[in-house]
């Protein structure tokens, strides 16, 4: 057997350190955690009753607070541990997944609930950070006019950018995204400038930095919500996840270089917004503002408040732009790691790692429209917002668990560590859950959606291979020679020159009996070569390479693709390669065409099958793992085989077949044949007599 590699896919061109790679960092994954200032805040000051109560010692903790889960969580767990479980350079929750899953069967358990919430958070994100964005714009001026003074118009404004957002994914983003990196560098140093410019009336707002004032804020009277403050500050770090998990696009060193600059800009925003508080907080104007009164658009200078806005809306834009993207990458590996159905997809330009499937992007487009419309404002959104984030990054820190004893660091030190994050991860879980009742419960239940349907999808496979018997597969090599008697029977017409099946092999050569059957009793096909190709997803995210199997003939060849989780499955592409390897190597003949527009063609037609499975009544199992299978059956009919193996403009057979599970018994129903007279007292209904309906 023989392994060949099909073409040479390169790591992406910016993931070496370099100011293209830096900006690029900018614009791809700090949008999420970039934009928190626009609200964090805000939560907290609303939270603990308004500016007047805005306390110095409770300004002062809730900064500290904010700095330290900044350096704690985002830092220290994810920018240095997490960064380094790389797989090939990709990151995220089912990179490092691939990574441990040979550890243990139970971490796909942690990886699908991980990945669920950070898709459920996902459809949050682009809703909070756009409508927090307009609100900005609320009552200020413009050419001495107030375009938006209603927060109706904020929710119409918003839905208009939102749509707009989610219609344009189909042409894809290139030209959008080469401003992306651009533009953040142009927000995250206007946060900073800012920032240094309300600092500059009170630099011992510095003090913020001591841990003393966040452990004191937590037991403190000045604040009354407690430790579920912890809730709102939580808002700062909601990022740190999608910095891993956009890691393959950008390349470590560059976030390594980056993070620093984002963090000080980060600071430097919630210092300076500190700052001002402290200043305007027995303004009685600001005072009777209530939740309208935001302190990060009120703390930028009058001069420049308008083009802040229009800064954070654009923000705001890339913010949620990453997290689409994201959410398309995200659910194409749960595809190829076989957690999710195969969804239609299209890759609109040619730039690396950018995809379009219209499904998730009009199902996170409804959700979102449907966010803004319940929720209304960005107060009441970031209200019920964080709590799925903070189950993924439990989940995330179960698998890292595992992947530094894989990598065999101390295991002193990866207790000490892991378990030091999984408290403090826990902390803001259970703060978070009061935001369950507050709204939450929406993504939660989108959560729990795909989690079941991930749980369907794998198990559901799972079951039928566990109770498909050994009597239900054949062996090629068993029906090698009919299999030549049918390619050189003239009296069936050539059905196609290449008869590809798309299954999987066994051991090398044992098949699906369904295969046979199609092939020689359902309709006898004749072909000159039979082909059974398997489709192997790897763990490193751009391998492509195959390996053949020809049983000592020319005619029956078996294909085991290898392709990454990141890799397009297109098996017709790939199927030709092989064909003109193995005719340049004489391993199988020339098939030349008389009648072609392509000159000297040597390569035949092809006719792709595929099997599609309905459940037999035979079937012998329990009702649980049945009714679990009949759902995984149902969603396959929501997908197209054809489309995700790359053969939508090819010839494809369909052919259904029963799919007979568990032993079937013996006693099954049989026709007793009987002469007429014994059978002359069985009555027979008559409404479905025809003679009488015809009558």
């Given amino acids: 057997m023989e392994k060949t590699q099909l073409n040479s896919l390169k790591n992406n061109p910016h993931s070496k350190m370099s100011i293209a790679g830096f900006l690029i960092a900018l614009g791809i994954v700090y949008g999420d955690i970039g934009t928190s200032p626009l609200y964090v805040m805000h939560s907290l000051m609303v939270g603990n009753g308004g500016l007047a109560k805005m306390s110095t010692n409770f300004i002062l903790g809730s900064v500290s607070l904010i700095f330290w889960t900044l350096t704690l969580v985002t830092t220290i767990k994810y920018v240095l541990i997490a960064l380094r479980a790389d797989n090939n350079g990709e990151g995220g929750i089912f990179a490092l997944y691939t990574l441990v899953r040979k550890r243990a069967k139970w971490l796909i358990i942690p990886a699908m609930i991980g990945g669920a919430t950070f898709l459920a958070d996902g459809m949050m994100t682009p809703a909070v950070t756009v409508t927090a964005a307009i609100e900005g714009l609320k009552g200020i001026k413009i050419n001495n006019a107030v375009l938006i003074s209603t927060q109706n118009q904020v929710i119409i404004v918003t839905l208009i950018i939102l749509s707009t957002l989610f219609f344009i994914q189909r042409f894809g983003t290139q030209m959008i995204g080469r401003a992306f990196g651009p533009i953040m560098l142009v927000w995250f140093s206007f946060l900073g400038l800012v920032g240094i410019l309300n600092i500059s009336s009170d630099w011992t707002i510095i003090r913020a930095l001591n841990p003393y004032y966040a452990i004191e804020l937590l037991r403190s009277p000045v604040n009354i919500r407690g430790i579920f403050i912890l809730g709102s500050i939580f808002l700062a770090t909601t990022g740190a996840e999608a910095l891993y998990s956009d890691m393959g696009h950008v390349g470590r060193p560059n976030i390594y270089t980056s993070w620093p600059f984002v963090k000080i800009c980060l600071l430097l925003s919630y210092l300076g917004q500190a700052a001002w508080i402290i200043s305007v907080r027995d303004n009685h104007t ?410």
């Fill in 286 to 695: 600001l005072q009777q503002m209530g939740s309208a009164m935001n302190p990060f658009y009120q703390s930028i200078p009058a001069d420049f408040r308008l083009f802040g806005i229009f800064l954070s809306a654009m923000a705001a834009i890339i913010a949620s732009q990453a997290l689409i993207s994201g959410s398309y990458t995200l659910v194409s590996e749960a595809t190829k790691l076989r957690m999710f159905p195969r969804l239609k997809t299209y890759y609109p330009t040619n730039f690396k790692g950018q995809l379009y499937i219209p499904t998730v992007n009009s199902i996170i487009w409804v959700v979102c429209l449907f966010i803004v419309f319940y929720f209304k404002t960005s107060e009441n959104m970031s209200n019920a917002y964080g709590l799925e984030i903070t189950i993924t990054m439990l989940m995330t820190t179960i698998l890292l668990h595992q992947w530094l004893l894989m990598k065999r660091v101390n295991r002193l030190f990866t207790t000490v560590i892991i378990s030091f994050f999984f408290v403090i991860e826990s902390i803001f879980f259970v703060t978070n859950s009061s935001k369950f009742i507050h709204g939450a419960y929406i993504t939660m239940f989108i959560a729990a959606l795909l989690i079941a349907v991930m749980f369907i999808w794998r198990y559901g496979e799972r079951l039928k291979d566990d109770n498909t018997y050994r009597s239900h597969f054949a062996s090629l090599l068993a029906f090698k020679h009919q299999l030549n008697d049918l390619r050189k029977d003239p009296s069936y017409p050539l059905y196609t020159t290449n008869l590809v099946y798309l299954t999987k092999v066994h051991d090398g050569y044992r098949i699906k009996k369904n295969i046979l059957y199609s092939i020689l009793d359902k309709r006898p096909k004749r072909a000159q070569v039979y082909w059974f190709v398997t489709v192997n997803v790897t763990d490193e995210p751009y391998t492509a390479a195959y390996s053949v199997e020809t049983f000592d003939t020319d005619y029956m060849i078996s294909v085991q693709l290898y392709l990454g989780f990141r890799v397009d499955q297109k098996v017709n592409v790939y199927l030709r390669q092989v064909v003109n390897d193995m005719m340049s190597n004489g391993e199988i003949k020339a098939q030349p065409q008389k009648y072609t527009t392509i000159p000297d063609r040597d390569v035949g037609d092809f006719s792709f099958v595929i099997i599609k499975e309905v459940l037999s009544p035979d079937t012998k199992i329990s009702n649980v793992k049945k009714s679990v299978i009949h759902l995984r059956l149902l969603l396959q009919k929501f997908i197209s085989p054809a489309n995700w193996f790359g053969l939508s403009y090819s010839d494809v057979i369909e052919e259904r077949v029963p799919l007979v599970l568990g032993k079937v018994s013996l006693n099954r129903l049989r026709l007793v044949r009987k002469d007429r007279s014994a059978l002359k007292d069985i009555k027979i209904d008559e409404e479905i007599d025809d003679d009488d309906e015809d009558e």
